[in-house]
């Protein structure tokens, strides 16, 4: 404990350089020889796999290794959700855990950077040669706890309840609250089927919603029609000159009349 870092570095290097000299292998020919047959190595297998995905899968049907070719993009969709690439399931799970928008930032940006600056500064602050995980501690539980934490985000990410919907229902109560149906059966089905059915992913609806493609706030609908024309109205909504949103006839009849109710419940918030 008395001697100071800089004594005890000096003496590990000394005894580092003693050490290489007994008992090192030269860089050439030696490590360049095992990097090049890695290199080769880790080429074939990526070229057998494409070989491999390639002829597996013949035409539509997919082989082992995936589809030869997914089907074309559609930029007009409305219910997909996206996902991230399975690597980044740890991040997107951090977004979810956040609420936007007022620590969204910290999630995204603020901890990842702090992270990967404690990471470039390590060199800096950790000047000590000890290298036995038992002798670092800090290092180690910091290391363990990061693996857990990822794992466990990279899990939650992948089994995270999709669909925006099955947040958005959570706010069914609110919205009854705020409209004033609390405890009316239809509009409240309504409300829930209108969380889940992507609606939101054009129209806002008390605060919440996208906004886009210029569909209305539905906040204060009710003031303007019946549930009967609501009804009708998303049965078909080419029929009203609306040729953005999709029929919802698909959720049948009942559905629709929920939603119908719901809508027409939906006078603005008291
Ligand atoms: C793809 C985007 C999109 C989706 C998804 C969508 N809508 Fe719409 N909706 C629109 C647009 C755009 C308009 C406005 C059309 C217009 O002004 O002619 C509209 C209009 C409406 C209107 C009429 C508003 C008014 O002012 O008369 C109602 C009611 C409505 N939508 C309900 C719904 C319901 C309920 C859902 C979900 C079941 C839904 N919409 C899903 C885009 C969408």
């Given at each position: 404990?008395?001697?100071?870092?800089?004594?005890?570095?000096?003496?590990?290097?000394?005894?580092y350089?003693?050490?290489?000299?007994?008992?090192?292998?030269?860089?050439?020919?030696?490590a360049?020889?095992?990097?090049?047959?890695?290199?080769?190595?880790?080429v074939?297998?990526?070229?057998?796999?494409?070989?491999?995905?390639?002829?597996?899968?013949?035409?539509v049907?997919?082989?082992?290794?995936?589809?030869?070719?997914?089907?074309p993009?559609?930029?007009?969709?409305?219910?997909?959700?996206?996902?991230?690439?399975?690597?980044?399931?740890?991040?997107?799970?951090?977004l979810?855990?956040?609420?936007?928008?007022?620590?969204?930032?910290?999630?995204?940006?603020?901890?990842?950077?702090?992270?990967?600056?404690?990471?470039?500064?390590?060199?800096?602050?950790d000047?000590?040669?000890?290298?036995?995980?038992?002798?670092?501690?800090?290092?180690?539980?910091?290391?363990?706890?990061?693996?857990?934490?990822?794992?466990?985000?990279?899990?939650?990410g992948?089994?995270?309840?999709?669909?925006?919907?099955?947040?958005?229902?959570?706010?069914?109560?609110?919205?009854?609250?705020?409209?004033?149906?609390?405890?009316?059966?239809?509009p409240?089905?309504?409300?829930?089927?209108?969380?889940?059915?992507?609606?939101?992913?054009?129209?806002?609806?008390?605060?919440?919603?996208?906004?886009?493609?210029?569909?209305?706030?539905?906040s204060?609908i009710?003031?303007?029609?019946?549930?009967?024309?609501?009804?009708?109205?998303i049965?078909?909504?080419?029929?009203?000159?609306?040729?953005?949103?999709?029929s919802?006839?698909?959720?049948?009849?009942?559905?629709?009349?929920?939603?119908?109710?719901?809508?027409?419940?939906?006078?603005?918030?008291?």
């Amino acid at each position: 404990m008395a001697r100071d870092l800089g004594e005890q570095n000096r003496e590990w290097f000394a005894r580092y350089k003693e050490d290489v000299k007994k008992e090192g292998k030269p860089f050439f020919p030696r490590a360049i020889l095992h990097d090049t047959v890695m290199s080769l190595i880790v080429v074939c297998v990526i070229i057998g796999l494409a070989v491999i995905w390639y002829y597996d899968a013949n035409g539509v049907k997919p082989g082992i290794l995936g589809p030869l070719y997914a089907p074309p993009a559609d930029p007009g969709t409305t219910s997909f959700v996206p996902r991230p690439d399975w690597y980044f399931y740890f991040l997107f799970y951090l977004l979810r855990i956040f609420k936007w928008p007022e620590t969204v930032f910290i999630a995204t940006v603020g901890i990842p950077t702090i992270c990967l600056v404690l990471l470039l500064g390590l060199p800096f602050y950790d000047r000590r040669r000890e290298r036995r995980p038992s002798r670092r501690p800090v290092a180690m539980i910091a290391a363990i706890l990061t693996v857990l934490s990822m794992g466990v985000l990279t899990w939650k990410g992948a089994t995270a309840n999709e669909a925006l919907g099955s947040e958005l229902v959570l706010l069914v109560p609110k919205w009854a609250h705020q409209q004033g149906f609390t405890g009316k059966k239809l509009p409240t089905k309504g409300a829930t089927l209108f969380a889940q059915s992507g609606c939101l992913n054009c129209h806002t609806y008390l605060g919440q919603g996208a906004g886009q493609l210029g569909a209305p706030n539905l906040s204060a609908i009710g003031k303007t029609n019946d549930a009967a024309f609501f009804v009708q109205y998303i049965t078909n909504p080419a029929a009203f000159g609306n040729k953005v949103m999709g029929s919802y006839s698909y959720l049948g009849q009942q559905n629709m009349r929920a939603i119908g109710a719901f809508l027409a419940a939906s006078d603005g918030p008291k």
